[in-house]
Structure formats: structure tokens, C-alpha cells
């Protein structure tokens, strides 16, 4: 394949993101956006003008289709990819985070891909940014020596202001799959497996959705803490970090920086430090990024290293944190 024909489904922010940013390569062309607001596809309609408009993913079928993006809410995920798989309109799938909305159907979307060969990605955008790809090459290195313990956290302000019991953060399905999953991703890239040991959730808003999460993971040699909360006050843009400790030294990491401490002495690198550029600019450059990678991929045929697979230990995280609270 020199150029990939590419669909898009769902087309709320992330979906017009996905399709504005493929639209600007020389590679790829985007012949159909998909979603079943026909308020929606009739704005589109003016923003890409050379793309066809469908409102049902089995519509796909007969339009030679490449690879399709799957950005829909995280509930309709597993229908959605079923459905694609099921009706042959294609093998090549990138689905937003997180894969689905329980471990189970995760790990059936797993095995049904496995069965179809293709390639698949999930788009934790976090391992394309510049500062988190710093620290994992330090990490690598074994700069800090043997690791022993990490913290984590993920702090929005999205619902800082929620009462007891109002609407509003039950529609996002819980801090767990929408921002806390950015960084168990993150710490999965850093230290492949955990297991959680213990957990306490806080559920502020109506329908019992997670709010904040605490929870602490271990491996043999390793322990980590987790705090997760979208309630988070200022914290108007969403913060992701890491400190981890070895025996020679710490590594702190955030999406601004990375700082390295060894012998008492201190040596950062910030986003402008190691090369944050793209050749198109929408959002932040990690979008550009797993775009350009996922497409990449799918023209060689090399698997991708965010696979169903992998993306799906995430649920498996998020699925331990709810039963310890059960």
C-alpha cells in the first residue's frame, strides 16, 4: 500500500482530531467519517469536503476500506470492533482508550483480533510525548540503578467543583478509564507488570462512578502508589507524573519535564530540550505522533507495540482496583 484508505468512527473531539490529523498526511487519505448524529455528519460534511459521510459502521463494508479508527465512547468500543471485524471492512484497527469498558470484553477483543491477523493499536497518546520517552530511555540505561518504588498521579480539575449525588462525571465512566488509564499505561510501559494490592475509591457524583482512586501495586522488588483524581483544584489542564526511586537515584517525569537526580545533583530536560516537533500541530505533538506510527505500521505490516494485547493489561488494572473495593 502506498496510500491508506482510512474511516473514522465517531466523530466527537477525539474523532475530529484523528481525522484532521490524517487528513494532513501525504499517505493517507480519508474517504469516510462515520457517526449516527446527522447533525454531526452534515457539519463535517463542510469540513472534509472530499470524504464520504455514513451513519452505521455496516455501511463500511463495500468502500475498501484500509484501516478504521474507532473513537466512539469507550461503552460502544466492544460492539463497534465486533462489528467491524465481523462484517470484513477491515483487519487494521486503532481504537481510543481505553480498549473496552471491562477486562472481559477486552480480553475478547483481544483474542477476536488475534483471530483476524491485522494490525492494532490503542491510542495511550502519553508514550509518544517527548519527556515520558526521555525517562523510559533513562530507565533503559539503568541511570538510577536498581528500582524499588514509584508514585504516580493523574489530577484534573474537569469535576472540582461536583456535589454529593449531581450529574455530570457518570457520563465519562469514571476517573479509573478516562484519565487514571493514561498513566497505569504509562507505568506498564515503565515497569511491564503489577499486581494491586490494595485500593479505595471515592465516588462523588450520581451513578457511583469512580471520582478519586487510590491504589497500590507491587511486583517481586518493586511497590507503587497510584492517586488519581479529577476533582481535583487547579489543575485546569490535565498533569500526569511519575518519581521513581532506584538505589542510585530518582527520576521525576511530568508531560513539562524530566529531572534526574544522582548524587545529590540535580539535571532536567524540558519538552523544548528534546525535540518536540511534528510536521503538523493539532492538540499536543504525541497526537501527531501515534498517528504517524500507527500508519506507519500498518504500510509495513510491523505490529505495533500499544496491540490490543498490551492496552488491555490496562483494563486488567482498572478491573483489579474495582474488586478490591467491592
Not at 26 to 55: A, H, W
Not at 235 to 255: A, C, N, Q, W
Amino acid at each position: 500500500m502506498d496510500c491508506l484508505r482510512v474511516a473514522v468512527v465517531g466523530l466527537g473531539k477525539m474523532g475530529l482530531l484523528h481525522a484532521s490529523i490524517l487528513n494532513m498526511m501525504p499517505n493517507v487519505e480519508v474517504v469516510v467519517l462515520c457517526d449516527k448524529s446527522s447533525l454531526l455528519l452534515k457539519f463535517v460534511n463542510k469540513l472534509f469536503r472530499g470524504s464520504q459521510t455514513v451513519k452505521d459502521v455496516e455501511e463500511l463494508s463495500d468502500l475498501d476500506i484500509d484501516c478504521a479508527y474507532v473513537t466512539t465512547p469507550i461503552p460502544s468500543h466492544y460492539p463497534v470492533v465486533s462489528s467491524l471485524y465481523s462484517n470484513k471492512v477491515t483487519r487494521n484497527l486503532f481504537v481510543e482508550k481505553t480498549l473496552a469498558d471491562s477486562w472481559d470484553k477486552a480480553r475478547e477483543l483481544t483474542e477476536l483480533a488475534e483471530t483476524c491477523g491485522g494490525i492494532n493499536m490503542v491510542g495511550y497518546m502519553k508514550r509518544f510525548a517527548v519527556t515520558f520517552q526521555k525517562a523510559k530511555n533513562l530507565l533503559n540505561q539503568g541511570t538510577i540503578g536498581e528500582i524499588a518504588s514509584f508514585d504516580a498521579c493523574a489530577y484534573s480539575s474537569d469535576f472540582a467543583d461536583i456535589k454529593k449525588g449531581s450529574k455530570g462525571s457518570g457520563s465519562r465512566g469514571g476517573v479509573l478509564s478516562d484519565l487514571g488509564s493514561h498513566v497505569i499505561d504509562l507505568a506498564l510501559f515503565f515497569f511491564d507488570a503489577f499486581e494491586v494490592s490494595s485500593a479505595t475509591v471515592e465516588s462523588i457524583g450520581d451513578g457511583g462512578c469512580e471520582d478519586s482512586a487510590q491504589f497500590t501495586v507491587k511486583k517481586p522488588g518493586l511497590g507503587g502508589q497510584f492517586n488519581v483524581s479529577w476533582c481535583m483544584d487547579n489543575y485546569h489542564m490535565p498533569h500526569f507524573g511519575l518519581e521513581i526511586r532506584g538505589d542510585k537515584g530518582t527520576i521525576s517525569v511530568d508531560d513539562d519535564k524530566v529531572e534526574l537526580m544522582l548524587d545529590g545533583k540535580s539535571k532536567k530536560w524540558y519538552r523544548h530540550d528534546l525535540d518536540d516537533n511534528v510536521n503538523f500541530m493539532l492538540g499536543v505533538p504525541e497526537y501527531y505522533r501515534e498517528d504517524e506510527y500507527f500508519v506507519n505500521s500498518v504500510l509495513s505490516g510491523n505490529k505495533t507495540e500499544l496491540g490490543f494485547l498490551t492496552a488491555s493489561k490496562v483494563d486488567y488494572i482498572i478491573n483489579q482496583v474495582q474488586k478490591k473495593v467491592l
